[in-house]
């Protein structure tokens, strides 16, 4: 006889992450900043307590399990509790991009079927945008600011008011939904990405391991990245599991209120796309005495390349960058920037050239490359496309067929990334697909130029773009933002980079611009730029 597993088959889901925080991390304590700035603060237990109060809610109001209630919000408590309380309704959260246009907010309200929307009174206005193109059932709109709620929607404070606080969590399959986000569409149209309790549940413990982004309940967590946004990398979940206080941005964003946030809270881990990082390095330099933060903050960047300069900058002031590389598709951990005990006895210059790298798959994700002619070694050389496949990474988009520019036939998902991976196991990302550059045959990495670019003491932010070119079908351009009140000319960045790239590698084009225009979270918008330089006058071509 073939023995049988005796253990319990106890399905992992949110609803325990909820009863945890209840139970064990009471007093812990949630901050969030207010539109009008102020700091509302309250603890785990009374998140428990709330979270469940919607939830109650939401299922007298007749949501069924599988039903989709979305989100249109801020980083911040009220937030937080929608990630637990419409699980807990049986109900799948599904947190809309408040920086979409409102068409694109229109077309994914309907294409997910939202039967309720739970949104911030700030938020109204935009939803006024594409309110004649959607209908949701109900509109129930949190209070922040304090004002009464127009009339014809819900208060959310009135009705968590009215809930008995007698609710048990439904009872759902560990495959069943929790969780929806759609891609933001930098490269096609928004695609619907539906986790389920056991992802998010595999996820957050593997997100929360030391060798991932080590976060326990001696931590503050400031998620800078927008809950609408791949889940806020996970954070908000992996803040609840282990007890780690949480400190949430609201919509100031700037460098200077998040700056006062972390040392006003003593913040030690956050997270958030590069561009923000910029000026916060460039606010600390700024006025290096100004902000005492907590020595060893840890700061995750990701979404887009970080540059090399970023981890040095920071360095300078015992602040830690890390990165991860990730999509909507992978929860988003996909891989994880992480040094081994044995490379941090490498030289300092060594760890850079692997801190810099996207890192390794993280544990239970497989990762491979594919080029032309299949499966490319991991010789730090080799360039394909990076696949993937895992418990938390999606094997399909949300009603639309599975198609094998997405998926491959042996069920692996196709990223659209390209890069390569070193004996160590580190993938170094090079390009998105569609953002790689061809010139006279040869492929050139924007992703290095513009790290490259932005070393370059003068250089705020760069991103490098294919330009057609008459004679080698396609040349890189570099458009340039220079830090306030330096200077530099194209030539000398075109020297700087002589010394690292091959001369037919470096940019012979440079602009230098006042901003890099950018997609809704954060990231520099390639087509837009494309087609700003479409018709760039070569010289003599
Ligand atoms: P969108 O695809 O609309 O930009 P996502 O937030 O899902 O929305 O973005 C995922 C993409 O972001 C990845 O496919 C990759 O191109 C890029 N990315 C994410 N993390 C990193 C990183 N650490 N370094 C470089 N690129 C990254």
Redo the contacts with the bound molecule.
């Keep these: 006889m073939t023995a049988v597993s005796t253990m319990m088959r106890a399905p992992l889901s949110l609803n325990h992450f909820l009863d945890r925080a209840g139970r064990y991390h009471a007093d812990v304590e949630i901050v969030s900043r207010l539109p009008d700035k102020s700091l509302h603060r309250h603890k785990f237990r009374d998140f428990h307590r709330r979270a469940l109060a919607l939830a109650e809610v939401l299922v007298e109001a007749g949501v069924q399990p599988g039903d989709r209630v979305a989100t249109l919000s801020w980083n911040h408590y009220a937030h937080l509790e929608c990630y637990f309380g419409i699980p807990a309704a049986g109900a799948v959260m599904h947190n809309l991009n408040l920086r979409l246009f409102p068409h694109d907010l229109a077309f994914i309200v309907n294409h997910a079927k939202d039967r309720i929307l739970i949104v911030d009174d700030v938020l109204l206005p935009l939803l006024a945008q594409f309110s004649k193109d959607v209908k949701f059932e109900r509109i129930i709109v949190v209070p922040l600011t304090g004002k009464p709620v127009p009339a014809g929607y819900d208060d959310y404070e009135e009705l968590l008011r009215k809930a008995s606080g007698r609710f048990e969590p439904v009872v759902v399959d560990e495959h069943a939904p929790c969780g929806m986000c759609y891609?933001?569409?930098?490269?096609g149209h928004?695609k619907g990405v539906v986790y389920s309790h056991r992802s998010t549940v595999l996820h957050t413990l593997v997100a929360a391991l030391p060798g991932a982004l080590r976060v326990s309940d001696a931590d503050t967590v400031l998620p800078v990245v927008p809950m609408f946004?791949?889940n806020a990398w996970g954070l908000p979940y992996l803040a609840v599991f282990v007890g780690a206080k949480l400190v949430m941005p609201g919509p100031h964003l700037d460098a200077d209120s998040l700056l006062d946030l972390f040392e006003r809270e003593a913040v030690t881990v956050t997270g958030g796309v590069p561009t923000i990082w910029l000026s916060i390095l460039q606010t600390l330099r700024n006025q290096p005495e100004r902000y005492r933060l907590k020595p060893g903050m840890r700061m995750l960047?990701?979404?887009?390349?970080?540059p090399e300069s970023l981890f040095r900058g920071f360095d300078e002031f015992d602040l830690e960058v890390g990165?991860?590389?990730?999509?909507?598709?992978?929860s988003?951990l996909?891989?994880v920037?992480a040094l081994t005990a044995a490379m941090k006895s490498l030289s300092q210059e060594q760890q850079y050239a692997l801190r810099v790298k996207?890192g390794r798959a993280a544990p239970l994700v497989e990762i491979r490359l594919v080029g032309e002619q299949g499966e490319v070694p991991w010789d730090g050389q080799s360039v394909g496309e990076i696949q993937v496949r895992g418990p938390w990474i999606t094997g399909s988009y949300h009603e639309m067929p599975v198609s094998e520019s997405s998926f491959t036939p042996d069920g692996w998902l196709r990223?659209?990334?390209v890069g390569c991976i070193d004996e160590h196991g580190f993938l170094r990302?090079t390009d998105?697909t569609k953002d790689l550059i061809k010139s006279g045959g040869e492929w050139i990495s924007s992703?290095d130029l513009e790290n490259a670019i932005m070393g370059h003491p003068a250089v705020l932010e760069a991103a490098v773009i294919a330009v057609p070119h008459p004679r080698w079908a396609e040349r890189p351009l570099a458009a340039i933002v220079l830090r306030p009140g330096m200077s530099a000319t194209a030539e000398e960045i075109q020297q700087s980079l002589s010394r690292t790239f091959a001369k037919w590698q470096v940019p012979d084009a440079y602009d230098f611009v006042a901003e890099i225009p950018r997609?809704?979270?954060g990231?520099f918008l390639k087509t837009k730029l494309r087609d700003m330089y479409k018709d760039w006058a070569w010289p003599g071509a």
């Design positions: 891609t933001s569409g930098t490269t928004p946004h791949a960047v990701g979404g887009s390349a970080a990165t991860a590389w990730g999509m909507t598709e992978t988003p996909g891989t920037s996207q990223t659209g990334d990302l998105r992703v997609t809704s979270t990231k």
